[in-house]
């Protein structure tokens, strides 16, 4: 049997280099969007809600002077608890007419 000795140009070691730069690009990737848990709730920023929700950040904010959006300020960062989010949607949700 016949044995094969690789070196950096072999295309073997080539492609596995290559799919090792892609692993970790696709793990990078992953590492930006990632959004830790902390007691079971995911928290969102100003910046990713207003994201998520299509609007701007003064929309979030006079929504949240008026008393109709929920925060937690620590330090100088507001940020909103994303389970409080869903519920003032699923309240808010309007019913479409119907047409027969």
């Given at each position: 049997m016949a044995h094969t000795?690789?070196?950096l140009d072999s295309p073997e070691v080539t492609r596995y280099f290559q799919l090792l730069e892609y692993l970790s690009s696709l793990l990078e990737k992953d590492n930006h969007e990632?959004?830790?848990i902390l007691n079971g709730e995911r928290y969102l920023t100003e910046?990713?809600?207003s994201?998520?929700?299509k609007?701007?950040?003064r929309t979030l904010i006079e929504h949240r002077n008026n008393g109709k959006l929920p925060y937690y300020k620590f330090g100088g960062r507001i940020l909103y608890k994303e389970n409080d989010i869903i519920q003032i949607?699923?309240?808010n949700r309007m019913?479409?007419?119907?047409t027969d």
């Open positions: 000795l690789l070196n990632y959004r830790p910046t990713e809600l994201k998520l929700l609007v701007t950040q949607l699923e309240k019913e479409a007419f119907k």
